[in-house]
């Protein structure tokens, strides 16, 4: 099943890269995602069909098939297969990020992936900094006291400290936009 998963990567690779080259007004990108399915069902160890393939698939369209849903359902797929590649959910993360323009659910991603065993500290320095891109300072915030109380190293408490400090005067700037707003309506 390997070397047919292997055929059937070689066969999504050309599809791919056939249809974005092509010409044609009336291209589409339909076949993608079942021959990445089945290249994965065929081998669920196949690292770069998981990560390849969902850049294929999330890729507006007419680069790539505009479909970040699917590029979603196969790093899920992904895995389940392989529960300690915390990459896959990074992964998620951007799809989220660069495609979705979610930042929330990107910022939530990249703290699931902070939390697979053997996953990279700076996962949740990320997380930390997609929330506060996202909006949400709260959970940003504790993620980075978290980094601060946690670090092990000078350098990650003082960065930590830093954006909570920053946080703080994104938190001041909204008190004084908010003082002038109501200041100019009185006067």
Known sequence: SALLADVYWIRAVQYYGGTRLSASTARRYDLLYPLLDITTSLDPQFNIAYRFGSIFLAEKFPGGAGRPDLAIVLLEKGFR????????????????????????????????????????????????????????????????????????????????????????????IDQLAMAVRTFTTRT
């Open 81 to 172: 297969a392989n529960p300690a590649r915390w990459q896959y959910v990074q992964d998620i993360g951007f799809v989220y990020y660069w495609w979705v323009g979610d930042y929330r659910q990107a910022g939530e991603w990249f703290n699931k992936a902070a939390d697979v065993p053997g996953a990279p500290w700076w996962l949740r320095s990320l997380a930390a900094v997609t929330l506060t891109q996202g909006g949400d300072r709260q959970t940003s915030r504790r993620l980075w006291q978290a980094l601060r109380e946690t670090a092990d190293n000078d350098w990650l408490r003082n960065n930590a400290k830093l954006r909570l400090a920053q946080l703080d005067a994104l938190d001041v």
